[in-house]
């Protein structure tokens, strides 16, 4: 009985956070409304200042003018929620951590949000140029270059979910070595297949080009050496932390 209760006390507190995250979602798409076609202009400025003279997006469904601004208010509100989402899933496991890794919920929010909205701004402002401006020059004589703008919103989207995810390969790998998975030792030997890791994903989620592939996996593979990096400083001020206290605690014992 004790088992079951303490399972429905779980229940409940993650229904309780989902709704708390569906809430705060709501509220800033609510805010967010009368700006969708803004929002959705701002987007697709990337494609617009590629396309030749005179070029421009087309809908070719009856309800896309509508429904697409839309989800563009749902991507922007997703991006400025997530500080808000990643703090209630964060309070959620909090119970079942350690003191020291309690410590760490503020640091680990705030580091993943800011590298989600710096791999969404690198996507925007030097990817989306360079591969928009290479699919309008390299669009055969005589064919006109007009995206279908639900077209244009799921691409931009997958970019920025991968850029934005591949920017949080430094947290994950501060988070394995603090956790015990891996040790920093197993990670720097581990670099030259993530290195071929990074471009074979590059490949995967970029467009068919060799510039848009490379400014995947370079990215990717510098920030798994900054969290390489970051781990390692920290693995040796906790060391550092700990050793002083056994100093002191035997000095005291004599």
């Known amino acids: 009985m004790g088992i079951t209760d303490n ?16 809430i705060g979602l709501l509220l800033i798409i609510i805010a967010l409304f009368p700006f969708a076609n803004e929002i959705y202009h701002f987007l697709a400025m990337p494609l617009l200042a590629s396309l030749p003279a005179g070029g421009q997006m087309i809908a070719t469904d009856v309800t896309t003018p509508f429904f697409v601004p839309m989800k563009s208010v749902l991507l922007t509100a997703f991006v400025i929620s997530l500080p808000h989402t990643l ?22 929010i705030s580091a993943s949000t800011l590298l989600f909205l710096c791999g969404m701004a ?15 020059n390299t669009a055969p004589e005589g064919v006109a270059v007009m995206t279908d703008i639900g077209n244009y919103l799921d691409f931009a989207m997958s970019l920025f979910i991968a850029f934005g ?15 015990g998975i891996v040790s920093v030792a197993s990670l720097r030997e581990a670099r030259s297949y993530v290195v071929v890791g990074a471009f074979v994903v590059g490949a995967i989620v970029t467009p068919p080009d060799v510039i848009s592939q490379f400014m995947l996996a370079m990215p ?22 700990t050793s002083s206290v056994g100093t002191q605690l035997a000095a005291l014992d004599e």
């Open 87 to 108: 703090y209630q899933i964060w309070a959620f496991v909090a119970p079942g951590l350690y003191t020291y890794e309690r410590r760490l919920i503020w640091p680990l």
């Open 220 to 241: 990717l593979w510098l920030l798994y050496e900054a969290g390489i990096l970051v781990a390692n400083l920290t693995q040796k001020s906790h060391s550092t932390g």
């Open 165 to 179: 995810l591949a920017f949080e390969v430094p947290v994950a790998v501060v988070l394995m070595v603090k956790t």
């Open 122 to 136: 690198f996507a925007y402002f030097l990817v989306f140029p360079v591969v928009f401006g290479f699919i309008s």
């Open 7 to 22: 399972l429905i006390s779980h229940l409940i507190e993650l229904r309780n956070r989902l709704l708390r995250i569906a």
